[in-house]
């Protein structure tokens, strides 16, 4: 038996401390057999309360694994133009590289996954890990570049990074395939030239870059970097006039090229289009490991949910029964004032 409480022990104790002693408190003081079977109840319920808090479990139940010898690495253009407000019925960017994000995990279950952003600078916001939630909460707190220092569009001022990060990978764990995803619009706005992934093409497998807006261009919200971004609805200006992201297919085709891997123009009305693992192998393994814990937690909360359930239907019974005495009260008052007058 294991215990994953959902507070500290010792702050449970002290929040249940005073119900016990209200609940021992009236078991002592009843003064009828209907009061002590009403107050017993109370405390079961209180006692099961506990425990759920507990969370208890049987620990090394058997649970299947899913593996797969792919690691993939996702790059992902964190610039003002990712929001640029041309991806289906006027969303962001942003809204379709993360639905295409969440079906390519679900693509590549098993595999290891990366997570690197670029603006005027690349970051690994995640190193390789097989924890999908953790590139999905990666994603949805992730935020396009502050509009006050940006520096422009640097379309490839992630490939040193993307370099690195393939380079580790493939001195330590040589035996897996690497795949590189590049999800951006290919819009350079920087004056320095942008620099080639052709370094890195050697060390990937497969992979795609999937492009991102349209030739006509989406205007772009004013971003603070934070969750609350553009609390006026205020757009990027330039020469007076709202600026305007467009889709530059050419840059996006380069890095395809240097990559060696296809590029896909992507719309809101289309699927994404993912490429087969290569040298990819999956296995399913049955463990019995303490990270196999069975919650009987449900358990105690269905019992708790019945209890208070009883608890609920008496007190209905007796508001109902005490509004049946007062207006039986209220009646015969006023056939004796009715007989008073007469």
Known sequence: MTFQPVIMPILLVVLFAPLVFIVVRALITAKSARQRGL??????LVALCFAMLLRPGI????????????????????TASIVAEDWGDGEPRLS?????????????????????????????RL????????????????????????????????SATLERVLTAAAE???????MVFYFGDGEQTSSRDPK???????????GAVFGYGTTEGGPMK????????????????????????????????????????ELQVRDAGSTAQFPAAPRSSMTLANSETAGGIFDLSWILAIAVSLIVAWELLRATMMTTQLRGLKATSRAEQRAEDEGSHV
């Open 39 to 44: 107050w017993s109840t109370r405390a079961l």
């Open 59 to 78: 620990a090394g139940t058997p649970t299947q694994t899913v593996a797969t010898n792919t690691d993939i690495y996702l790059v992902v253009d964190t």
């Open 96 to 124: 379709g590289i993360r639905d295409d994000i969440a079906e390519l995990v679900t693509e590549y279950a098993g595999a290891r996954f990366s997570f690197i952003t670029f603006a005027s600078t690349a970051e690994v």
């Open 127 to 158: 190193p390789l890990t097989t924890d999908s939630s953790a590139v999905m909460s990666s994603l949805a707190v992730m935020r396009p570049e502050t509009t006050s220092v940006s520096r422009g569009s640097d379309i490839g001022a992630a």
């Open 172 to 178: 330590s764990t040589a035996d897996r395939s690497r």
């Open 196 to 206: 080639s992934f052709v370094d890195s093409a050697e060390l990937v497998d497969g």
């Open 222 to 261: 004013v971003t603070s970097g934070y969750a609350t971004d553009s609390p006026d609805d205020s757009y990027i200006e330039y020469e007076g006039e709202i600026a305007l992201s467009v889709l530059d297919e050419e840059n996006l085709q380069t890095i395809a090229d240097d990559l060696g891997i």
